[in-house]
């Protein structure tokens, strides 16, 4: 009895599978053939203005920094400034102990006045003559040579008065530039920073005491590639984030001159509002890096790559082809196309593994229906109207 219902049930199951083969034999080709293309979107190529942006690390600075070195060598016998402290424009910031320098100054300044007043007194025993031998030569009583001779030597006594006063005017400079170098004053209101004075040390022309750092806006100094630094302009817009808070600031400096160091282009830009940044910190920027307008434009989605190279699948008479193309800029949603379509293309813009060049596929409409959906509704439609 067992045996017979085993037999029974394998019989079943056969005609069952005989059933399932059966039926999909008996499938159109067609239809077959219809379901297993792949289904894909399709957009086209536009025009527009495209700009990419470049992310880049700055370090934020005042406007305005001075860097405080003496004019003259000496000790330092008086400091008058400390880290923080606010000054103004002219304050004393150090008292420096030249005094052989002035009092060399001061002798200098001696000696050129007594030359200026040793030649005035020639000069005028010089003019004395002239003056008395006037009316002898005018009356015929001396020669014209012996007149000539004093005259002379007059306009040379007079030559040397304009040039010891020329000598005095200098040594008075010095004496008095001396006497001011040993005061070292802020050129500008800021704050002190990096002060660095020991009461008493020695300093030289080459010592830096302290920097001062202005009270103006803010900038930010950042590098960029020679590529990049070909498309920045004066007062172009950038935008700097620091802590959640981000800052506008517009390009005020840029160099041709490569800092050796790094291979890179400096470039400075002043910020708006930035107040609350701290001096010396880094942060991040970003600019526009390059822009091109007019420029034939397709969606990122549809763009990919071959060995290196971009490529796109065009859609005609219900076959893709793989067309290579040449890109410029892009952003996050558009690469720019320099080479390879016109834009007049219809451009695949949805991935599938099944696609490939010459791949024939099924198009997929606004309303989420492929051709072949439409085409059945229109069928459908047809036979109840026949009804």
Known sequence: MKKQIKIAIGAVVVLGFAGLVATRMMKPQEEMQTKGLPAVTLTTATEGSIEQTTALMGTVQPSDTYYITPKVAGELVEIYVQNGQSV?????IAKIDNQKQIDAAKSQMEAA?????????????????VNRMTPLYESGDISVQSYNQTANSAKAAASQVDAAKAQAASAKLNYETQVEF???TAPAAGVVQNQNMTLHGMVSQSSQLCVITGTGAKVVKFNVTEDVLQNLT?????TVEKNGTSY?????????????????????????????????????LSLVAAKADHALLVPVDAVYYSGGNPYVYT????LVKRVFITTGISDDQHYEVTDGLDGTEQIVNSWTDDIYDGAEVRIVDADGQTTEDASTGAETEETHAAD
């Open 88 to 92: 103004e424009e002219g304050a004393p």
């Open 113 to 129: 006045n007594a030359s200026v007043q040793a030649a005035s007194q020639q000069a005028a025993t010089a003019q004395d003559a």
């Open 182 to 184: 040993a005061t070292v």
């Open 234 to 238: 004066m007062g172009q817009t950038v």
């Open 248 to 284: 506008s600031g517009t390009i005020t400096k840029l160099t041709k001159l490569v800092d050796p160091q790094s291979g890179l282009f400096p470039v400075e830009a002043t910020l708006s509002g930035a107040g609350a940044l701290s001096d010396g910190s880094s942060t991040k």
């Open 315 to 318: 859609y005609e008479n219900g």
